[in-house]
């Protein structure tokens, strides 16, 4: 009987582990559908991301799909910049490690910004990157100012 008390706890921690595979899984398939209606899009436990045009929506996953979604254009943004553990950090020389990570869009009009959370930094860095050059071809086009 004491061997099967022992087992218990491990019985539990399966049953734990199956119900979070589960859960994650459900937020997968509801991002999938929501991330449809954009070309290009983001999704980790933190935060999801789309990107339509001059557009970006993020919010938070959840297993009926995202919550709490935010959209801004690029148009608005005056610069981004990428944050690893409250420190401004060069998008070419990102650090290795970080745990708070997270783009910083900044907008002149209220002076505000918009942090969106990332997992890992090669990530991020992917997406300042290409929203970097993003907001630098609509600037050169004239659709935003600098």
Known sequence: MERGLLWLPLLAIFFWLAWSGWNEY?????????????????????AVLGQKNSDLTWGKPTRTGPINLETFSLKDVQSLQLVV?????????PPKRGSKIALEFIFPEPATSIKIPFTQISL????????????????SHGICEE
Do not use: C, M, P
Request: charged residues 30%; aromatic residues 16%.
């Open 26 to 46: 459900q937020k997968l398939e509801a991002y999938k559908s929501w991330v449809e209606h954009f070309e290009r899009g983001k999704y980790d436990i933190y």
């Open 85 to 93: 553990d409250n420190q401004t950090v060069n998008l070419e020389t």
């Open 124 to 139: 991020a860095t992917e997406w300042g990157k290409f929203l970097q050059q993003e907001l630098s071809n609509l600037r």
